[in-house]
């Protein structure tokens, strides 16, 4: 089991922009001809190319839990209950939002003990698979706390100049990577790192 962020990231480093959020970012899930059927009530499909799709149901199967910050989950609604991979979301708060938890939503809070309590509730709720963090804060605060083992980039063909960055106040910087893969895609591509621990 190890902990791993990803996040689609454009060439100037940000991962949600003011006003666009992250509808640039997240164009590569549509450019393909391969479909990748979402869990729960989504009126969309993933359409990527046939290696990325292969990356998405792998994510399906391996991925016990998603781990993200308060902003990701409002800027989400929620996902309606039930994240897009069908796997359990851990939300990191510093309180849980009026209406949740909902009868039967995947999605779980955390609101003390900060992202090393939001990491053992994924392990929890995951079944012992990969946890994987999807907001900037948490895997800042990972990187730091010596929390993460891998990370992996969707590096988009776009700038925003604005917005919220991936690597952000990363206070135990500088750290080191291993390179483990790159994969092309359309319009993206997708990179992914060990964090070597010293």
């Given amino acids: 089991m190890k902990v791993t962020a990803n996040m689609s990231m454009s060439l100037d480093g940000f991962v949600s922009h003011p006003t666009d959020g992250i509808d640039t970012l997240f ?10 059927e979402t869990d729960g009530d ?11 799709a292969e990356g998405l149901e792998d994510a399906k199967t391996s991925i016990g839990a998603i781990v993200y910050g308060r902003r990701s989950f409002d800027a989400a609604e929620g996902w309606n209950g039930r994240h897009p991979l069908g796997v359990p979301v851990v939300v990191l708060t510093h309180s849980v939002p009026e209406g949740w938890p909902r009868e039967g939503a995947a999605v779980h809070f955390v609101t003390e ?27 800042q605060q990972a990187l730091d706390e010596g929390l993460l083992d891998e990370l992996t980039v969707d590096l988009v063909a776009a700038m925003l100049g604005a917005g919220t960055r991936f690597f ?31």
């Fill in 113 to 139: 003990g900060g992202v090393a309590a939001a990491i053992t509730k994924g392990r929890e709720v995951g079944g012992g698979k990969d946890v994987v963090i999807g907001s900037a804060d948490p895997t």
């Fill in 168 to 198: 952000d106040n990363l206070k135990g910087a500088p750290y080191e990577l291993e390179q483990l893969w790159t994969r092309p895609g359309n319009g993206v591509v997708h990179l992914g790192y060990r964090v070597i621990k010293h």
């Fill in 42 to 52: 989504y009126d969309w499909e993933f359409k990527t190319s046939a290696e990325e």
């Fill in 27 to 36: 164009r590569w899930y549509s450019r393909g001809e391969v479909v990748t």
